[in-house]
């Protein structure tokens, strides 16, 4: 199994490794409740594709400019820096395309004329001419026939065919299936008792979900209610186990009967999974080959980074800022809900297509316990990368249906006792406002590229993960932030006026103000509250200053979600350390 285990994943690297931008630009995902298409792409989404190369074509020239050397040296390097189990892809694309770029580069062409050159950026007829640089002198259209000219003499290069190339050859069909499960589902890889939780960390395991502590019983999983006070084994995974031997009492009747025990479970978007790209990957005065170390974890976590995450993060970061969750505060109030986390997040999840990602939901109403659930889609459901952007918009009436539908699941599934959060849109105003005229990391070793230049290339390719908020035009901003507002009065008006017989119901604001204003008061900058290289998801910091002020507005305000704190804290510390770690 542990050698099929590291062949899927080495192979599930490789085949993201062309997707990369396209998570970044990830718009929503289709609307409903039926499942995601389960045949994945024969080519890649043109559009990604040009995106994927300009960026790519832009790190070969400033590393080649910064290290002065070859375009060949810098391409070598770049490969160089890559995991060694990966490297061999890297080559075989520098193989293919390496030449070309190099002759170009040579020639003094910007990576827009490049990528055009080579077929992988096209302009389709009505449609404008999209670009990242300002253009040539001799005007970009002369420059790409010029370029289009001295590479008739080259062999017609053949396109990377993603999938359905790869997917062909009889060995590897299986692995590709279970991608397409992975992907499909958003349960883990390796999950051998079905249970949904896995002893793994990527590929939708344990940093989505508390690690499993026995994968071969489907009745011990984290989260359940102790099996005859776990007299005998850890039934729910939470390191409290076996019998005190002075009194003859099991430790998990003793330090956890009528503690309020309770897990936490995020039903998000890309925020809520914690998107990031590594400012590093992207900037050459900061690469190295430690750089790129975390890029096989980054990629079959579809780079989401969940155990940093604001909502169920349980590790230190080792991606800037601190880690500080809803999930480690609940444990640290009650250290018998010690890994009893969900996160159930989508990169482009909206209300819409959360009622399908919501079946993914690991939770027995009759024998486990009760959950805080947080229902955070923040910005895709006004967020799209279409021209007419403001139609593609989710409306009230369909906010209305969705959320019912997604509460009235979670009604069925959910234990008595349990809460649920409802958290409104962010008012993305804030993106332009404090990017738009700073540097992207792509442009900082020249000082060429803007944040408005980013928006501005992906929004002409059709990919930007929200038009209506990375644009120059104030008044759509406006008329997107204002559908937000729509959207979050509907999850406002649900939570004060519906009932459900498993949980009680509360709304807060996406606390993004309240952020800012107390990143201020420490000596930040707001722009250091966004992710340097989308340019559009929480960063870590403004992930834990989240965490903050959600725990003191439910302390304040909703005691009794966050149950009483244990008294016996220290005394499962001192026998249990720490609780099998995470």
């Not at 993305?428 to 005229?437: E, I, Q, S, Y």
């Amino acid at each position: 199994m542990r050698g099929s285990r590291q062949t899927f994943f080495n192979l599930f690297c490789i085949l993201c490794l062309p997707l990369l931008l396209k998570a970044a630009s990830s718009p929503p995902l289709p609307r409903g409740n039926d499942p995601p298409t389960t045949s994945l792409p024969s080519g890649l989404y043109k559009g990604h594709t040009c995106v994927g190369c300009v960026l790519v074509v832009s790190v070969i020239e400033q590393l080649a400019q910064w290290h002065n050397s070859t375009v060949k040296a810098a391409m070598e390097r770049l490969c160089n820096y890559i995991p060694e189990k990966l490297q061999g892809f890297c080559y075989v694309l520098a193989e293919l395309y390496g030449p070309h770029i190099a002759e170009l580069i040579d020639r003094e062409m910007n990576a827009d004329v490049v990528c055009h050159s080579l077929k992988l950026c096209k302009q389709d007829p009505g449609q404008p001419l999209c670009h990242l640089y300002a253009p040539p002198k001799v005007g970009l259209s002369a420059a790409i026939r010029k370029a289009k000219s001295i590479m008739k003499t080259s062999k017609d290069l053949k396109s990377f065919t993603g999938f359905s190339s790869v997917c062909a050859f009889p060995l590897l069909a299986n692995l590709c299936e279970k991608i397409k499960y992975v992907m499909r589902n958003k349960l883990p890889f390796e999950d051998l008792d079905g249970d949904k939780f896995s002893t793994f960390p990527t590929l939708r395991g344990y940093h989505w979900r508390g690690r499993d502590c026995n994968d071969k019983n489907t009745t011990v999983y984290p989260g359940r209610r102790p099996d005859n006070w776990d007299v005998k084994s850890d039934s729910n995974c939470n390191g409290i186990w076996g019998v005190d031997p002075k009194d003859g009492i099991p430790y998990e009747e003793k330090f956890c009967k009528g503690a309020d025990s309770q897990g936490v479970v995020l039903l998000g978007d890309s925020a809520g999974a914690h998107f990031h790209i590594p400012p590093e990957w992207m900037t050459v005065t900061q690469m190295s080959a430690k750089s790129f170390a975390n890029l096989p974890m980054a990629f079959t976590d579809e780079l989401d980074w969940p155990q940093f995450s604001e909502i169920t993060g349980f590790l230190n970061s080792t991606i800037g800022g601190w880690t500080d969750s809803l999930y480690l505060r609940l444990r640290r109030r009650n250290r018998c809900n010690h890994r009893d986390l969900q996160n159930i997040s989508q990169n482009g999840g909206s209300s819409g297509n959360l009622l399908y990602l919501i079946k993914s939901l690991a939770r027995n109403q009759l024998l486990d316990n009760p959950a805080i659930v947080i229902y955070a889609t923040i910005g895709n459901d006004v967020c799209n990368g279409n021209r007419d952007t403001l139609a593609h918009m989710t409306t009230p009436k369909e906010m209305l249906s969705n959320v019912m539908q997604a509460l009235r699941y979670l009604d069925s599934h959910l234990p008595n006792g349990s809460h649920v959060i409802l958290t409104g849109l962010v008012d993305g105003r804030f993106l332009w406002d404090n990017l738009h005229d700073r540097y992207h990391p792509l442009g900082q070793l020249n000082r060429d590229i803007t944040y408005s230049q980013i928006y501005s290339f992906l929004d002409c390719l059709q990919v930007s993960p929200c038009s209506g908020w990375l644009t120059a035009n104030e008044t759509l901003r406006n008329l997107t932030s204002e559908r937000a507002l729509q959207l979050s009065s509907v999850l406002k008006d649900i939570a004060r006026s519906e009932k459900f017989a498993n949980f009680d119901i509360f709304y807060m604001d996406f606390p993004l103000r309240r952020t800012a204003e107390e990143w201020h008061k420490m000596g930040g900058e707001p722009w250091q509250l966004i992710e340097p290289v989308d340019g559009f998801h929480p960063s870590q910091i403004a992930a834990a200053l989240g965490t903050r002020i959600t725990w003191q507005k439910a302390l304040h305000e909703w005691p009794q979600v966050l149950g009483k704190e244990n008294p016996f804290n220290d005394q499962i510390e001192a026998i249990f350390k720490d609780q099998g770690g995470h």
